[in-house]
């Protein structure tokens, strides 16, 4: 039997995928949680595949993971499988004439506030659609972007070092919060001085708000004293209701919630202007959904604003 004939019966796509996982991942549990499936499972097929190839694809070096040499020949086709694959389903959507066909959208956590409701339109016109919509911070959506697995991104500090196509979809403004009786809750105006002492919680290491706000202070010299690292914006707000501190967070987070124990301080300099972005690989391969759905919102604009 031809290697390929023998190939093509042993080794499934499920199995090239998790292999391509695993390594643009690095690691194994961090394939797993990316793909829904467990540890085991993706060590059985990484064993499963070897075994068909009759070679290692990864070497154990310390704790850290590499590739082959027959690992990074195998990871060059695997890649090259999985664009021809993306091709005939673009085109085969053409043929179905987006009656059908799979939107893959990753939003960083704070856009999760703005993009659900342009879905939701979307989805309304094209019924058929299915989309996979990822939300994490800054940093795992710029992963993605950089392991190519979606086909649409949302970010508010699209990665400058990238050739990627960033369009403007809305502005985001960082506003300060704090408790609704903190003592400057009523004050016409105040200055980041007057807060410096107030504790300040801050997103984690990895948010693209943090370096929105780090990057700001820096600029403005104004003193940034984190008190608590919390990694949800959610949880941010329920910390500042409950009185442990200030924060800043996009004025997105504040609009469709119900916090009666929040207000925004009119802070002289603030908010700090950002702007939401729809980016993606300025080489990529647009399918028909993904261009539609680019479509469909550049002709929403002007979107949503958050300004007052
Ligand atoms: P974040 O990102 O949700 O990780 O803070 C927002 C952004 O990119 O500004």
Redesign the pocket.
Known sequence: MSYVRFYTRQTTFRQLEIFRTVAELGSVSAAASQLYITQPTVSTQIAKLEHTLKLPLFELIGRRLFLTEAGRKVLQETKMIFESLDRLESELSDLHGLKSGLLRLSV????KYLVPSLLGAFCRQYPAIEVDFCI????Q?VQRLESNLDDLYV???PPTQLDIVAQPLAD?PLVVIAQANHALANAQEVTWQQLEHDPFLI?EV???????IERYFAEQNWVLRPKMTIAS?EAIKESVAAGLGIAIL?RHTLLHSRFDDLVELPVAGLPIM?AWYLVHWRQKILSPVAKAFLQFVMQQQPLLTATH
Request: no cysteine; proline share 0%; glycine share 8%.
């Open positions: 960083v956590t704070t856009a994490a911070n800054r940093e959506i970010f508010s500090q985001n997103r990895g948010s693209g708000t943090r370096i929105a914006n996009s950002n």
